[in-house]
């Protein structure tokens, strides 16, 4: 995924997780350990009548949609009530989003591959699992990354794998764009054109590249460029200066300077429209600040919001609605609190008189998450409290507004659920890495655990039942398409 310097409270307590259960290629083992299942609380209200039912599925549907999971066990598709669960690559995905990883017709994904002579760019068709290696984006060995960590190689490689390197053309997702030092010795943008296979290369210069991102129309490829520069301490982490910004305009191979932005991170929020994304500037006493645009084809920047917020900001793809968290004691600060700005808006509204650490956006749950505080909907209207306050983790609504999340209590893990109407009920104990509701009917919550164990639980009663092994512990868990 696309990696910051951030507040990470949940991942402290996710850090201890249950030990691995052994897992077959097929995915069809059954977890090792027993799970407790508690009852139904007797004073629940009566839910809603459930839904029409359908037949359970007989095969891997042949063209989705599915669940994907990645993780340490590989990457793995299932039915979206979580049968026949498949693995379609060995690999994990090395510092990139799996959505960006796919492709947006579903039927490939790409993955960059460390092996002993360096690092190749792979494409795994979907659902059936044949590769090929697309290119070799840098030949580096682990000892060269051992001996010689500030290296051009290694720094190339840090660019490579550290951030989201590649990502697909929007529509048909002929062409996708990626992060690789083919020619080097620094990191560049390449384009790579899956009818004919060729590769181009549409950038050439002495900052590593990182982050390509597409416009929405797939006529431009935004990019920033990064140097890590010296003194360097015991551990080579992030960059440490942000040199440029650019845009390559795909028909003709024009190459645009951007503004850039303060500070030395990217800022890059998302896309206003086909032509126009959102930016901010960094600022060290109040974090962020000067949330605007930017047309990618002229340059001009337009401002949104003057105001400073803390860190994080989040947008909504569908109402294009904008979360952040607003701390007090700076001079441009709205205040204590979360805030909404939607479109047209030039004064955010408090939802919140409380800071939230983390502001994310949750594709499949279609809501803002404001950590520890709760989850909103994209215009503000509808509000989810988690379980238990600062405990509670991983959520996930369905389509029909059902609520899913982990709470962790003395270091004991358990997942509760809600519908419409009942109270909190504990379905299933265990450390949990993630949740998410079928996407076909919104009645089947399925629970990665931290061994790998995959359960399905559905409405009414959500009696979780085990449907296979992913091999270890789980990163990420979308919808596909």
Known sequence: MHKHPRITIPALVLMLSLSCSMFTLDGTSTPDAPVTIIPIISDTPEPPAPSTFTPAPTSLNPSGPYIVFEGSGGIWIANPDGSFLTRISE??????????????????????VRNEVGLDLIEVKIPGGETKIITRLLNITPDDLVTQPTSPKAFASYAITGYDGFVWQPGNGQLLAFIGATNGPSADLYLYDTQTGNITQLTDGPSQA???????????ILHYGVSWLPPFGGAIVGYTQLDGVWAVQVSDGKVINQPKPKGILDNFVGWQDDSHYLTFDGNNECYAENLHTVDIVTGEVKSVMDLSFYYQIAQSPGNKAILFSGAAGC??????????LLPGQATP???????????NWLPESGVFQAYPEALFSPDGSTRHDPPLYDKSYSPAISRNGYEAWEVIENQQGRVEVKVPGANWQ?????????????????????IALGDGALYAASYPDFTPRPMGDLGGHVDQAIWLP
Do not use: C, H
Not at 210 to 220: E, F, L
């Open 91 to 112: 690999y994990e995905i090395e510092g990139s989003d799996l959505r960006r990883a796919i492709s947006p017709t579903g039927d490939r994904l790409a993955l960059v």
């Open 210 to 220: 990182i982050y390509p991102n597409w416009s929405p129309d797939g006529q431009y």
């Open 331 to 340: 001079s441009t600060s709205p205040g204590e609190g979360v805030f909404l």
């Open 349 to 359: 509204t408090r939802l919140l008189d409380k800071k939230a650490y983390e502001i």
């Open 426 to 446: 504990i379905i299933l104990n265990g450390l949990v890495d993630e949740l998410i509701w079928d996407p076909s009917t919104g009645d089947t919550l399925l």
